[in-house]
């Protein structure tokens, strides 16, 4: 429950970055690549403005890719090291990871070495006991076994300990690993590892998984034993990669398109398990709900058929019951479901996932509703001052906490430090950041206070003395107060595109179609409506909202359906807003719709507002000094020199001027992205406020005005 000093919000507290529309730009593109204009917007949006970089985005079978023995300098040697392995019948152990990019990479190696003639075993980390990656524990056991080539997946590249401790006992090591590489590499035989290689290589994002998809098909083609490997190898690239959040450009973005076709046909008893337990093979049948809602543990609905699936399907459905057991199962559990070829096998690993995930999910439930509340009762009030959430208590499953930091970061838009206590003396923790805040560095910046620690931009593990917990808090808000501006502190929402109720439609959503598959890197769409009108909505599921909107245009009423994840905090939604929204299918029994899954929601403009960050909205006319006529004026310091700002009249809109220190004055108006930067009016320049040097400046002015009024 809500603190009583802090009521319950209408709407999301959100910054909405709308992109800067290029229409003429969109033309031209759309002219010389075949597709319309709000695609080649949306590719621009993307970063894509070339014709040969929208072709290959567009086509990416078109793509001419380098061997990757060309690319990875160990390859040839990693091929060689294990054809020799096969030859010998040497002993080979996998050591993989317990979550889902690692646990598919395994099972990857697992089949593809088995089907080869290779004598290979695999051994997992404990998450509650070893914690990630390779340890000496393990290299131990290896060698008492007779292993004599250790493979590592999805880990490996920070473990130099262990794998020194290998070579001296003799064993050969391949690390194979996509994290980022320290500034010591282990002393392995061979390292694959695609931040080795040139950042423009196509290659560049596979995740863990891809790393043993790129090894297990060279050793097969090497071995000339490829015919029948490619398509069980394919699925379970596929499931890794979009459950691993790994970039869907480049190869992944390739291989995943080819992958999702294939999926639903696959002949992996555990991919046609996983699929029947989470009801993927329906389309006929299916509420707009399903999603997510099946992706919780829900009820699956019957069984009819799919041709293809999508990122989402992987992502909210196959992924977290795979990823449900790497938390608070036992990761053989998955391994067997992926490696085995009895399907009453399967179908029995397949229902442990399901089980396991629906605990996961009400453990994340109850961890979340106690984090809440924690942080309402202690923390929310000095959120402002802290911009950075520090929750730790007793009794958490660390195998959860994860999930429920990205969470409370979605709902309070500061980065957010979760942990529990390992035991008396110890906590171990997740974070989770914000685009503005560096997770890594922010570790780095507390390395003398913590045990252990690692994890990249947007997130990372860690555990410290609980005697140093006063100290880390005060710490991590020093850090945070270096990088965040009070405007961060609120949930980014990229908008692609304006749209009308009336244009989203089938052909719409068949264009989009184009950018497929979405997901790291290649988002879905989004489009945000103005003056939209909630004519029904009802809490349905776990706390979702949905809803019914309409929009009139020119006389005429257009309706659409719509869904709202987890927005039971916003219930009722006020009569009248914008919405920002994906498109989605609904099929339902034979009816094929298009519906809204709502992202954002505000009130509409009802003041002069600034087009890309209208979470900050300026002062309505009423602010001024109605007595005097005087403007609302205020000075402010950015990036250590001093501005003035103040809200004037002119004609009949009012308008927010900013002087610099050198008498340059920028002007904007109602709902417009130009404008004016100058000395004098008459020998002013147009400028795109838009842009982040001018977007930011705009942001300390409305911060400053805004302590001046107490109706802003």
Not at 296 to 312: Q, V
Not at 502 to 513: F, R, S, V
Not at 553 to 581: C, E, G, H, M, S
Not at 693 to 704: F, H, P, S
Request: include cysteine.
């Amino acid at each position: 429950m809500l603190n009583q000093a802090f009521p319950k919000p209408t709407t999301p507290n959100q910054r909405w970055e709308i992109y800067p529309q290029q229409p003429e730009f969109a033309q031209n593109l759309a002219n010389v690549t075949n597709v319309s204009p709000i695609i080649s917007q949306l590719l621009i949006n993307r970063g894509i403005t070339t014709l040969e970089a929208a072709e290959a985005f567009l086509n990416p079978e078109s793509l001419v890719l380098p061997s990757p023995l060309e690319e990875f300098p160990d390859l040839a040697a990693s091929v060689e090291l294990l054809q020799q392995a096969i030859a010998t019948k040497a002993k080979i152990a996998i050591c993989g990871d317990y979550d889902a990019d690692g646990m598919t990479s395994t099972a990857l190696l697992l089949r593809s070495l088995r089907s080869l003639g290779a004598q290979v075993n695999y051994a997992i980390p404990s998450r509650m006991h070893d914690g990630y990656g390779i340890n000496n524990r393990i290299v131990e056991e290896f060698h008492s076994e007779g292993v004599e080539l250790i493979l590592t997946v999805d880990n490996g590249i920070s473990a130099y300990e262990p794998i020194a401790r290998a070579r001296e006992l003799g064993l050969n090591v391949i690390v194979t690993d996509h994290h980022d590489i320290p500034l010591k590499l282990p002393p392995a035989n061979a390292i694959l590892n695609p931040k080795l290689i040139a950042a423009s290589s196509p290659y560049r994002s596979v995740a863990g998984v891809g790393v043993a998809y790129i090894l297990a098909v060279s050793l097969a083609q090497q071995l000339g034993e490829i015919k029948g490997l490619v398509q069980p190898m394919l699925a379970l690239f596929t499931l890794g990669t979009i459950a691993d959040l790994a970039p869907l450009t480049g190869v992944n973005r390739r291989w995943v398109k080819r992958g999702l076709k294939h999926l639903p046909k696959s002949d992996l008893p555990g991919i046609k398990a996983l699929i029947e337990v989470a009801g993927l093979q329906t389309r006929e049948g299916e509420k707009m709900q399903g999603s997510r809602e099946q992706g919780a543990g829900g009820k699956s609905p019957s069984p009819s058929s799919a041709k293809t699936l999508k990122p989402e399907d992987i992502g909210f459905r196959l992924g977290p019951r795979i990823n449900a057991i790497g938390r608070i199962g036992d990761p053989q559990t998955v391994i067997e479901l992926l490696t085995t070829d009895d399907m009453a096998i399967a179908l029995e690993r397949a229902m442990q996932c399901e089980l396991t995930n629906t605990s996961r999910q009400q453990m994340c439930e109850e961890i979340e509703q106690e984090a809440i509340a924690y942080v309402e009762e202690e923390f929310v009030s000095s959120l402002p001052k802290d911009r950075v959430l520090v929750v730790v208590q007793p009794n958490w499953h660390h195998g959860v906490i994860g999930i429920v930091a990205s969470r409370l970061v979605e709902r309070y838009g500061v980065p957010v430090f979760i942990g529990t206590y390992e035991d008396a003396g110890h906590i171990r923790g997740s974070a989770r950041g914000i685009p503005e805040f560096n997770v890594f560095d922010a570790l780095q910046y507390c390395h003398d206070l913590l045990d252990k620690f690692g994890g990249h931009k947007a997130a990372g593990g860690f555990s410290f003395p609980a005697a140093n917990l006063e100290i880390l808090r005060s710490r991590l808000c020093e850090f945070a107060n270096q990088c965040l501006e009070l405007q961060h502190l609120k949930p980014l929402l990229k908008i692609d595109a304006q749209a009308d109720l009336n244009q989203l439609n089938q052909q719409l959503y068949q264009q989009i179609n184009a950018l497929h598959p979405c997901g790291m890197e290649n988002p879905d769409p989004l489009f945000w409506t103005s003056n939209v009108h909630v004519i029904e909505q009802k809490i349905v599921g776990k706390g979702h909202i949905k809803l019914t909107l309409s929009q009139t245009i020119l006389d005429q009423q257009y309706k659409i359906k719509a869904i709202a994840w987890r927005w039971r905090d916003y219930f009722p939604l006020p009569p009248l807003v914008d919405i920002a929204y994906k498109l989605r299918e609904n099929h339902f029994n034979g009816n094929t719709t298009i519906e809204l899954e709502l992202l954002g929601v505000r009130l509409p403009h009802q003041h002069l507002s600034h087009q890309t960050s209208n979470s900050q909205q300026l002062p309505p006319t009423h602010v001024f000094n109605q007595s005097s006529g005087s403007p609302l004026k205020a000075n402010f310091e950015y990036k250590q020199r001093n501005y003035t700002c103040g809200i004037y009249q002119n004609d009949v809109l009012p308008e927010l001027r900013i002087k610099n220190p050198e008498g340059k004055v920028l002007v904007m108006q109602p709902g417009q992205t130009i404008g004016l930067l100058g000395k004098n009016r008459q020998d002013s320049q147009e400028i795109d406020i838009s842009q982040p040097k001018y977007d930011n400046i705009i942001q300390a002015a409305l911060q400053a005005l805004s302590a001046l009024s107490p109706e802003f």
